[in-house]
């Protein structure tokens, strides 16, 4: 690693912060005057770098991997601020080099599909976990198959391991184009409807049954937050913090690629343990304290993750907002939610964002009572606290919609800085 | 007895990739507003494409869908095509709209043939034609919706355009065409889906279903301020 370079970042970095902002400005100078950084720093690390990618859950995943790694005392470096770009990526790693050394155990990396394809160019890293592909922003991507292309190169360019979804279908086949060892993570085919699937959607026909591939993880049972996770035989229960299948799911998949990095060290017992305590990422199911009552924020950005939400986050007793915002962020594209069944929704409070006319239409056409419909999401803000003081709260919210509601309750709640 | 009307979809399973469903919604609904029974169908490959359906849809798909359906598109041509004849309504949006045209050219130079409602063909372009657009139709007034395709869309000098394109790219981003209609079947690039924010399309398209089939028609004016609303904020969101 060229001290100098390391030097040099941290000088505009610290000249960064003073202008307020500009996380990526150091990685793209560095990038610049040494384009092998990324490379050298990364593949410097004892255990290497672990990318974690697909369309839903990558940020709730990547948490869980890194609480379970640090949880069998391993220093891990990854990608805290969501900066998907490598230059994000190298501004972290300069904002963590303490006197010349990056001293991390390894590098656990969230990336989206686009980006992951062309990050394993330039580091190939030692594991990867694939979690699934689902319609999302086909308006960035392109085509669905398109975006199994890109994840399929990112396996291809791994070294040591590539954890697989057996359930879903695109990525499971993965594992026929590749050489790479391969670990799968699943769940029990009795818990099949707590997880929709694409292909499944507005058609009478059955999907083709997955080549049943053996899994070194798999999701037993689910009951509300017990969930039953069988690793090798062997059975394990876990109460979660986090909510929704989706979620059990996803633990499975982290201890899947856990078991993967740390090998003959891996201890189950201790990892299940682990992921019981991992609390919900960044507005994935976060919980904010509004007087007496709770505001629970859910991230919702594809058919796929909307539709889990509503089945395994969806609480009848709260009173219900949705925020849906169109900026490139969220995805332009309002077709999206044309592919949700919302009948299971009771009645909604609130519905705002940019696009808060397109939601409200939607709910219209599922026979969805609603009341306040607003563009302006402090306006409605206000509205949906206001009433129905004493019952908790859910919002379902796109990604803007999101940060946005955060900013404006932070400045009346206490909110949990995270970013 | 209450009056019925068929809704059938064509290759649900393969050419539904974004949101079209909601097309189907969308009329399903208005139907049953208006006191109509709605009966959903699906073709799918392989089955006998029941004729005595009232109103046909067809969405988009990927190029593999695309592949999948084309041999038992081309086996059931004269049976659209007599429909198409006989005035029954039809929306086709995307992929499906590429496959009623004469035939799509790959970027390798193969041609994929089409069933030929339209008088039109489609070549693959550079790049992919992705975002909000806004059209106006002699017949169905201003449209919003939401353009996703690669394929370049060419009408024959006499195939009518669906729209004409007033911010976007349409058919091929040059003619400013957008879409083809041939008697009552139309063909679209417009996602979003494109009748729950045109409602007045979609009207037109049960009108000319409901009198084909029971001679009269009778639709009492729906509450569209919603819908009206999400058209006029769609018109003015960017690219």
């Known amino acids: 690693m060229k001290k100098t370079t390391v030097f040099l970042g941290k000088a505009v970095r610290n000249v960064a912060r003073l202008r307020g902002g500009g996380s990526a400005l150091p990685g793209a100078i560095v990038e610049k005057i040494d384009p092998d950084f990324l490379k050298e720093v990364l593949n410097n690390l004892p255990y290497g770098v ?17 609480e379970l790694l640090e949880s069998q005392g391993l220093k891990v470096f990854t ?26 155990d390894i590098a656990v990396l969230e990336l989206d599909e686009a980006y992951a394809a062309r990050f394993v160019d330039q580091v190939q890293p030692n594991f990867s976990l694939i979690l699934n592909v689902f319609r999302d922003q086909l308006d960035r991507f392109g085509e669905i198959d398109k975006t199994a292309k890109l994840l399929e190169k990112v396996a291809k360019k791994t070294k040591k391991e590539v954890i697989l979804n057996r359930e879903d279908r695109l990525v499971s086949e993965i594992s026929n184009q590749i050489k790479t060892p391969v670990a799968f993570f699943g769940h029990a085919e009795k818990l099949a409807e707590n997880f929709p ?12 049954n997955n080549q049943k591939h053996p899994a070194t ?6 009951k509300n937050r017990r969930a039953e996770y069988q690793i090798d035989g062997k059975k394990y229960l876990a109460t979660l913090k986090l909510s929704g299948s989706h979620n059990a799911l996803n633990g499975a998949a982290a201890l899947a690629i856990v078991q993967a990095i740390l090998g003959e060290k891996f201890d189950a017992t201790k990892n299940v343990k682990a992921l019981a305590k991992v609390e919900p990422a960044f507005g994935r199911g976060e919980i904010i304290e509004i007087g007496k009552t709770k505001l629970e924020l859910l991230l919702v950005k594809n058919p796929s993750g909307f539709q889990s939400a509503l089945r395994s986050q969806y609480k009848k007793s709260a009173s219900t907002m949705i925020a849906i915002n169109d900026q490139y962020a969220d995805g332009r594209d309002m077709s999206w939610l044309w592919d949700v069944d919302f009948h299971e929704l009771k009645k909604v409070t609130a519905i705002s964002g940019i696009r808060a006319y397109d939601m409200a239409l939607r709910l219209q056409y599922d026979d969805v009572d609603f009341k306040h419909v607003a563009t302006d999401l402090k306006k409605s803000l206000k509205y949906f606290l206001s009433k129905h003081s004493s019952e908790d709260k859910q919002i379902f919210c796109t990604y803007t919609a999101m940060l946005a509601i955060r900013k404006i309750l932070a400045k009346s709640h206490d909110v949990r800085r995270v970013l | 007895m209450k009056k019925t009307i068929k809704i059938m979809s064509l290759y649900p399973k393969e050419m539904n990739i974004y949101g079209d469903y909601g097309n189907f919604l969308t009329l399903k609904k208005r139907l049953e507003w208006n006191g109509f029974e709605v009966k959903h169908i699906s073709h799918e490959i392989g089955q006998k494409l029941d004729e005595s359906a009232d109103i046909i849809l067809g969405g988009g798909g990927q190029d593999s869908g695309q592949n999948k359906i084309q041999d038992d598109l081309l086996k059931n041509s004269k ?46 372009g550079p790049e992919r034609l992705i975002g909000n657009i806004i059209t106006e139709s002699e017949d169905f007034g201003e449209l919003v919706g939401y353009e996703n395709h690669s394929g370049l869309t060419y009408l024959n000098k006499n195939q009518g355009a669906f729209a004409k394109v007033l911010r976007g790219a349409g058919n091929n981003g040059v003619d400013q065409s957008e879409g083809a209609r041939s008697f009552n079947a139309i063909g679209s690039y ?48 960017p690219r």
């Not at chain 1, 959607?201 to 083709?208: A, W």
């Not at chain 1, 993880?217 to 689910?222: D, F, K, Q, S």
């Not at chain 2, 709209?97 to 489609?122: C, M, P, R, S």
């Not at chain 2, 084909?212 to 999400?230: N, P, R, S, T």
């Open chain 1, 50 to 66: 672990a990318v974690v990618s697909g369309t839903n859950g990558k940020t709730t995943t990547t948490k869980i991997i890194v």
């Open chain 1, 79 to 104: 990608n805290r601020t969501g900066s998907n770009f490598t230059r994000g990526v190298i501004s972290e790693i300069i904002g963590e080099i303490q006197g010349g050394c990056f001293d991390f």
């Open chain 1, 197 to 208: 699937v694409d292909d499944e959607t507005h058609t009478t026909s059955k999907r083709k």
């Open chain 1, 217 to 222: 993880v798999e999701l037993i049972g689910l």
């Open chain 2, 79 to 124: 049976k659209i095509h007599r429909m198409v004849e006989n005035g029954t309504p039809m929306l086709m949006i995307c992929g499906m709209y590429q496959l009623f045209g004469l035939y799509f050219k790959t970027n390798k130079n193969e041609h994929i043939d089409g069933i030929g409602v339209f008088d039109a063909w489609t070549e693959a």
């Open chain 2, 190 to 237: 417009l996602h979003g889906p494109v009748l729950p924010k045109n409602p007045r399309l979609a009207d037109e398209i049960i009108k000319i279903a409901v009198t084909k089939k029971y001679g009269d028609y009778e639709f009492k004016k729906l509450d569209d301020q919603i819908a009206i609303k999400a058209h006029n904020i769609a018109a003015t969101r």
